[in-house]
């Protein structure tokens, strides 16, 4: 009988810090079949096991194109966050996954593709972005706004200085408070969809943030003609299991962990409605 | 799996519950449905019981301090070491320099023995425990005691003060049930909690007023409403001496509507019974001993039979605060609950402990934190009770020596210079005595946790490394000495108290008072704390706020842990509760930092509002109030304990 | 479905050979006074003539506290499940209980199975025992989790005048009548004429407990419930988590790591919804932050026609714990009356 509590051993194999409280960590399987068997889309998450301090769901945060490893993006918070921020490259950590639904993807082919995206909300969206701009061709067009609180807060700095310039990805940065040195733009990632200029009947918004920013953007998103099942975003939740057995994430009819975490605007409302 | 009948070792209440036992370990705790007590029902600490006891942090092997470090060492290092250091300052400084606290969490026969070790081992006469101190089981005369059953055939309950649902669910259920069998409910209190909320009758208390309203309810009995009939006589003088009497003066003082005191008389008159519940939230304000001694005249009018039968429920915060008086852990009294001028008493125990042993007065804790150079601490926690905490805190430091027996690495066995470590309520015999004065028997489901030991136990191997041995091989043996020694005792039996339940006993009557007697309680004007515009809020201590949330054994708790460090985690500097329209006056955001400022000085505090607290009042746990500096503190004239006392603040944003 | 009699002469034998086989389990009066299911270690044990126990069975297939993974840090990180391999039979145990465990079998079965519920379930065999007395609380009858049931047991037993009826209700209770055939015979028309009449009879001493839960799965599936009934709600429970502790449908769990020396034990014990900080996210936010809030999420997750879908009928079984054990006035029978007619007055 298997066991999906049952956590296969990484390595960390990089630690880079995003922030004064976030980093990045790049985990690999030790055993090359576990390694292979991890197939994983874009919104799926993993249970990482700190052992000793405890387990904790973080969102897968890359693509897995082209590598036989994968990265988390974590905050330092809670028991598990911080035990994880004193382990270094070379130490083992537990993973249980890939678990939860994904972004749809082939189902919005010849969609134009809208990220608006908020501070550690990046992390999710990461793995859907860079899949999507791999294969452009499949979609319209692909537009990236992100934001974060100043430019302090902003992750995957390398990474948002290419996305910047990359041909068949229009990417926007703002930050809602400058600090020296800023000269991008200024106000919430909210202010930057003015910039969309297509049909956006023809659209799909992949929404990710702190809860305010989401329910502003989705306001704004609904208010320029986004169908309610085309705007799409992630949850998190409290979770003890990851597989919908210790029923801490639910809210209304739903399992964020089974059902989610990936949910449109519709099924969210009728979450909670379920449950405000 | 085995199933053990015992109680839990939390509150007063003493529920019954079953701590479940699989392969030498306790895996689960369940109720007791056939429990007098709690019937079938358990709180969230009660169904946890069982995470204290197998539990990582559980202290398992003595420690000595050695330079900055607390090492483990063995029994026989350790307790040479406490020996040797208590015998040094009895040498030096002579008996009065050593201090002795004992536990409201403990056993009787830890207690009693706790006693003996005092008084004749050491040979001090201070004895005290910080949680009895505080408490008044000198003002509620035992023949208005109740137990909770009277709860379930009384018309009317009157709750002052305490919040059941927070500190005594086991009390609490009873008041709920009550409710559904139609029994009417004044609740009289500064926050409206959820009981409050299900009253009959409200009554919003303002601080300091606690018992200028009582004046007025008895003014409105006895005068308006001539209740006492042809008997008006014998209450005369307690008529006489109500400093507010009428309900619109004490509207205009207090802010208590006139209105609602009159349907509270009308409550209290219409009833057959009437029980009153009040707990450490009025007991542990600055009008503490005049309060309960003024609901102690009601009780006193239903004995006259003038009104209705009033009994007296004083809900104690924890499990043995009752066994602690009975057992004499307090200044001026021995075993028995008799005072150290009972020559009777005196002699009863110099037989059963061979000889003279030392019978004054001694110091109250909040001198002997302080006042003495060693002290020996039994599972007490100064740190939760006696005010401006961090003082008593520097005086600890400068202690030359202090030994403290507990469970847990608490901040007081921190500090300490000699740590050993106690067995659990699960893992030894003992009795417990509720609020109801029911002694209840612990019994043994597991072996002791590494090589922990009983705390009576640790007191008979340390009397024997003191050459002053005491005779006891077992906890049956200390309390068949209990019960020929404390009178209200007498009679009972390890096997007398059965498997559940245990059995009630009945203290001896402190104070029959008359009504001249009571006639000074309710006499002159409490002094009511005064804002202004410098310091436009008052900040009261309230015990009935999340009182369990950083004691030791709660927040150790391996699942339900979590439920109390959180306030903890997310108010670091303590936790400061508005009412939201104060909170938009004053422009504080819920979970930013402030800035208290009294006149004594200033504090942070994170911010919490709700809609319990009214406006103009912040409270703060009492457990965290003792930690500031900036409170008020009162010398409470009756008692001379120092209290807390609301004090006039002000509150700002941090930058 | 076959059926048999077993004598009443007979009975302390059939005991014996299950007690030899596996662990029973059966209802035991404890010295407490309380009845308890529990290990028997001789036929009299058994207190066939007991109402309720205190505790459902859930603690055999979900202990309070029970340790599933076991990690080793010394040299190679080792991680190794640990599981409860036992044979248990629960004999005598009560309609609703066996109910209960059906509930249970819905959430750790299904698509992703829980191995250590499943490895305790599959080696388990429930000879239910019907009800004909309810005792103080119960509703089973308004739960539909009793007295009598019609499926979810292995063996389903009533005492008749001559002995005990045995209902086989599965392959595995067909086993077991198979291997003791030599002390049961079949069962004759007279025989289930009075369990018939037995379970009629039953209805009614149990029909006159209500708790309206199926006029509250309604206005619970719409979300027509007024937040008012919440909010007064949230005054009616001082969090204490019995009902859900007590519940034989309730099965939330909290996962922790505990070091012992070179050792960490990951250990998961019962969890409360009721509890507040139950849905509290690392960051502080939660989204149950209210009282009212997770009465409202326990009562939707018991009663809602979307989870009575999802786990194959809904969660009350009717055993009346929660209304024993409340410590406030926050149980079933109040919650559901109050979701019909808002909470009266006081």
């Known amino acids: 009988m298997s066991n999906p509590y049952l956590p296969d051993i990484t390595t960390i194999k990089r630690v880079k810090p995003e922030t004064y409280d976030t980093t990045t960590f790049t985990l690999q399987f030790d055993e090359p079949k576990a390694r292979e068997q991890f197939r994983y889309r874009p919104g799926q998450f993993v249970e990482v096991s700190v052992f000793g301090a405890g387990e904790a769901p973080f969102c897968i945060a890359s693509s897995s194109h082209g590598r036989d490893d994968f990265d988390i993006t974590v905050r330092k918070l809670g028991r598990v966050t911080q035990a994880l921020h004193q382990l270094d490259a070379g130490a083992q950590v537990g993973v249980r996954g890939p678990l939860g639904n994904w972004f749809p993807f082939e189902e919005v082919g010849g969609k134009h593709v809208l990220f608006v995206v908020g501070g550690l909300g990046l992390a999710p969206l990461r793995p859907q972005i860079q899949d999507v701009y791999r294969q452009r061709d499949k979609f319209a067009s692909v537009t990236v706004l992100y934001g974060a609180r100043t430019p302090e807060d902003l992750i995957y700095r390398d990474e948002l200085e290419q996305w910047q310039h990359l041909e068949g990805m229009k990417c926007l940065l703002t930050v809602d408070v400058a600090t020296d040195g800023w000269t991008g733009n200024v106000g919430v990632v909210g202010s930057l969809l003015p910039n969309v200029k297509w049909d956006v009947s023809q659209g799909v918004a992949f929404v990710c943030g702190p809860p305010i920013m989401i329910n502003f953007v989705v306001r704004d998103l609904v208010g320029m003609g986004f169908a309610e099942d085309a705007i799409i975003s992630t949850l998190e939740r409290h979770m003890r299991c990851g597989i919908g057995k210790c029923n801490h994430c639910i809210h209304g009819d739903k399992y964020i962990c089974l059902d989610g975490p990936v949910f449109t605007c519709l099924q969210m409302k009728a979450m909670m409605e379920l449950e405000p | ?655 | 479905m076959s059926a048999y009699l077993l004598p009443w002469d007979r009975l302390e034998e059939l005991v014996g050979r299950l007690l030899k086989a596996a662990e029973v389990i059966a209802p035991r009066r404890l010295e407490s006074g309380d009845v308890f299911y529990g290990a028997i270690a001789s036929p009299a044990e058994v207190a066939w003539d007991y109402r309720s126990a205190v505790e459902p069975l859930k603690r055999f297939l979900l202990p309070q506290r029970e340790p599933i993974l076991r990690f080793s840090t010394n040299g190679k990180l080792q991680v190794e499940p640990i599981y409860d391999e036992k044979d248990r039979v629960f004999l005598g145990v009560r309609s609703c209980d066996v109910s209960g465990v059906g509930v249970l079998d819905a959430m750790f079965g299904g698509d992703i199975e829980d191995p250590y519920y499943m490895a305790r379930r599959r080696r388990a065999t429930f000879i239910a025992l019907t009800c004909q007395e309810p005792d103080e609380h119960c509703f089973c009858v308004c739960g539909d989790g009793g007295p009598f049931l019609k499926k979810g047991y292995d063996q389903q037993w009533t005492a008749l005048g001559e002995g005990m009826l045995v209902e086989v209700g599965s392959e595995k209770g067909q086993a077991l009548a198979d291997s003791h055939s030599d002390l049961l015979s079949q069962a004759e028309p007279s025989h289930i004429g009075e369990r018939l009449r037995l379970a009629k009879e039953a209805e009614t001493r149990f029909g006159d407990f209500h708790s309206y839960i199926a006029a509250a799965m309604r206005k619970l599936s719409m979300a027509e419930v007024p937040e008012e009934v919440w909010e007064k709600g949230a005054d009616h429970c001082v969090e204490c988590g019995g009902c859900t502790f007590l519940c034989p449908t309730c099965s939330c769990f909290t996962v922790t790591d505990r070091r012992e020396g070179d050792v960490v034990l990951r250990e998961r014990h019962w969890d409360a919804c009721m509890y507040s900080c139950y849905s509290r996210e690392a960051s502080g936010h939660n989204p149950r932050a209210t009282r009212a809030q997770r009465v409202r999420g326990r009562f939707f997750h018991k009663l809602s026609l979307q989870w009575a879908q999802r786990n194959g009928r809904h969660g009350c079984v009717g055993c009346g714990r929660c209304v024993a054990t409340c410590e406030a006035w926050g149980h079933m029978a109040a919650v559901s009356e109050a979701i019909r007619r808002g909470w009266e007055s006081e």
């Not at chain 2, 004895?127 to 709860?151: F, K, N, R, W």
């Not at chain 2, 597991?446 to 490394?465: F, Q, T």
């Open chain 2, 1 to 655: 799996m085995a199933e053990i009948a015992t109680i839990c070792p939390y509150c007063g209440c003493g529920c019954g519950l079953h701590l479940h036992v699989s392969d030498g370990r306790v895996v689960g705790t369940g109720p007791v449905r056939a429990h007098p007590v709690s019937k079938g029902r358990l709180c969230l600490k009660g169904w946890h019981a069982h995470e204290i006891v197998d539990n990582p942090a559980r202290l398992a092997r003595p420690l000595v301090r050695r330079g900055e470090a607390l090492e483990e060492t063995s029994w026989e290092e350790a307790l040479a070491h406490a020996a040797q250091g208590l015998q040094a300052v009895l040498q030096s400084a002579g008996p009065q320099a050593v201090g002795v606290l004992g536990s409201a969490r403990c056993a009787n026969e830890d207690n009693y023995l706790l006693v003996r070790f005092a008084r004749s081992v050491l040979g001090t006469p201070n004895v005290d425990c910080s949680l009895a101190a505080y408490s008044l089981p000198e003002y509620v005369p035992d023949a208005s005691s109740g137990q909770l059953a009277d709860l379930d055939d009384s018309d009317l309950i009157l709750m002052v003060g305490a919040e059941p649902g927070e500190e005594h669910p086991g009390a609490g259920a009873r008041v709920y049930r009550a409710l559904q069998r139609g029994a009417k409910l004044v609740t009289a209190s500064v926050r409206k909690h959820a009981l409050a909320r299900l009253a009959d009758v409200h009554l919003p208390l303002r601080l300091g007023a606690e018992t200028a309203w009582l004046g007025s309810l008895i003014h409105v009995l006895l005068v308006e409403r001539r209740m006492a009939g042809a008997k008006a006589e014998k209450v005369a003088a307690l008529v006489a001496g109500v400093a507010d009497p009428n309900p619109a003066a004490t509207q205009s003082r207090t802010g208590l509507p006139a209105a609602a005191l009159q349907q509270t008389a009308d409550l209290y008159q219409a009833a057959g019974k009437v029980t009153v519940l009040f707990s450490s939230t009025l007991v542990f304000s600055p009008e503490g001993a005049r309060a309960v001694r003024a609901l102690a005249s009601l009780g006193w009018l239903g004995r006259l039979g003038i009104g209705p039968e009033v009994v007296l429920l004083d809900l104690l915060s924890r499990s043995n605060l009752r066994g602690c008086w009975d057992m004499g852990v307090r200044p001026g009294f021995l075993p028995g609950n008799c005072s150290v001028e009972d020559s009777q008493a005196v002699q009863r125990l110099q037989e059963a402990w061979g000889g003279p042993f030392a019978s004054g007065r001694g110091l109250p804790v909040w001198r002997m934190i302080g006042e003495t150079q060693a002290l020996y601490v039994m599972g007490d926690d100064p740190s939760r009770t006696l005010p401006e905490w961090p003082d008593k805190q520097a005086a600890l430091r400068k202690l030359k020596f202090l030994v403290v027996q507990d469970m847990f690495l608490s901040p007081l066995a921190a500090l300490a210079h000699v740590v050993l470590p106690a067995a659990s309520f699960a893992e030894r015999q003992g009795t417990w005595t509720n609020l109801e004065g029911r002694v209840q028997l612990a019994r043994p489901a597991v072996a002791p946790m590494g090589e922990a030991r009983a705390d009576w136990r640790i007191l008979v191997d340390l009397s024997r490394a003191m050459g002053k041995p005491m005779p006891y091989q077992s906890a049956e043996d200390v309390f068949a000495e209990i019960t020929r020694v404390v009178p209200a005792y007498g009679g009972l039996s390890y096997r007398a108290l059965g498997v559940s339940g245990g059995a009630r006993v009945v203290g001896p009557a402190h104070h029959e008072e008359t009504g001249e007697q009571l006639m000074p309680v309710l006499a002159g004007a409490s002094s009511l704390p005064e804002t202004g515009q410098q310091f436009p809020l008052l900040l009261a201590a309230d015990p009935s706020l999340g009182p369990w949330d950083d004691e030791v054994t709660t927040s150790a708790m391996l699942s339900a842990g979590g439920e109390f460090t959180v306030v903890s985690r997310e108010n670091p500097n303590g936790m400061l509760c508005l009412n939201p329209a104060d909170a938009r006056k004053y422009n504080l955001r819920p979970g930013a930092t402030v800035q208290v400022t009294s006149a004594k000085g200033a504090e942070r505090m994170q911010v919490r509002t709700s809609e319990e607290v009214p406006e103009g009042v912040a409270v703060t746990p009492y457990h965290h109030a003792t930690r500031l500096g900036i409170m008020d503190i009162v010398t409470e004239a009756d008692t001379g304990r120092p209290v807390i006392a609301a004090t006039p603040v002000s509150v700002e944003p941090v930058k």
